[in-house]
């Protein structure tokens, strides 16, 4: 049971315009959400978080979007730069756990050509 | 400061020999998970360690698979008799505290491939 999805395997971008990367998750309790970047041959980087007391966040070029009706949420890259192009991976946390246990998506791989 | 920490960085190994895979989690990290990512997947969890308290070990996916974390740092996750559904990146990643909605960070991975 896939509680947290990325419907989009991958995506690409012309550097200058937005890229939208997309996260479905079907668990009522995840109360925390986080998008982590992720270069071949490297571990995973956070990127941002959003609580679910809140329906945007914003950190310079990222601003995620949560839909909580909808159990969906968005990370929107503005503008895109070929440096962003890696595997992005959208990851939930259970609030009814005691601690920071992430359920992850399977990925989108973003590709910004020049 | 120095990130977390993962050895080897690749590992081969033939079905049925036994590997163990080490983390060193960022210093002052109390908080420590092991994840696995299967080809096309996404990261699984396995196991969880917060200071000296009693491991969550609800991911592991068989009794083949155990961790340990010494004296509250140094992690070891051990696979017996492996297999090659085993084969994966094993991701390991440690937090300040381990409480809810604190940033985890992880380490490269050590990258598994069972013959």
């Known amino acids: 049971d896939q509680q947290v999805k990325q419907n989009s395997p991958s995506l690409s971008v012309q550097e200058g315009r937005i890229s939208i990367l997309n996260c479905d998750y079907t668990n009522s309790m995840f109360d925390y959400f986080l998008w982590y970047k992720k270069y071949p041959a490297e571990g995973p980087t956070f990127l941002i978080s959003?609580?679910?007391?809140?329906d945007k966040n914003e950190d310079g070029r990222f601003t995620v979007f949560l839909n909580k009706s909808a159990k969906h949420l968005s990370l929107h890259i503005v503008p895109s730069q070929p440096g962003d192009s890696a595997v992005y991976f959208c990851a939930a946390s259970d609030g009814g756990t005691s601690y920071g246990k992430l359920t992850f998506g399977q990925g989108t791989i973003l590709t910004v050509h020049p | 400061g120095a990130g977390v920490s993962q050895s080897p960085s690749n590992k081969v190994t033939e079905k049925g020999k036994d590997v163990e895979l080490r983390c060193d989690p960022i210093?002052?990290?109390?908080?420590l998970y092991w994840y696995r990512q299967s080809l096309g997947q996404g990261l699984e969890f396995l196991i969880y360690?917060?200071?000296?308290?009693?491991?969550?070990k609800s991911g592991l996916p068989s009794d083949r698979f155990s961790a340990e974390r010494t004296g509250g740092s140094v992690s070891t996750l051990t696979i017996q008799r492996t297999q090659q559904e085993d084969s994966a990146v094993y991701l390991c990643?440690?937090?300040?505290?381990?409480?809810?909605?604190?940033?985890?960070?992880f380490g490269p991975g050590t990258r598994l491939l069972v013959l």
């Open positions: 360690f917060q200071g000296n308290s009693a491991p969550d």
């Open positions: 959003i609580s679910s007391i809140k």
């Open positions: 990643a440690s937090s300040l505290a381990g409480q809810g909605q604190e940033t985890q960070y």
């Open positions: 210093s002052g990290h109390t908080a």
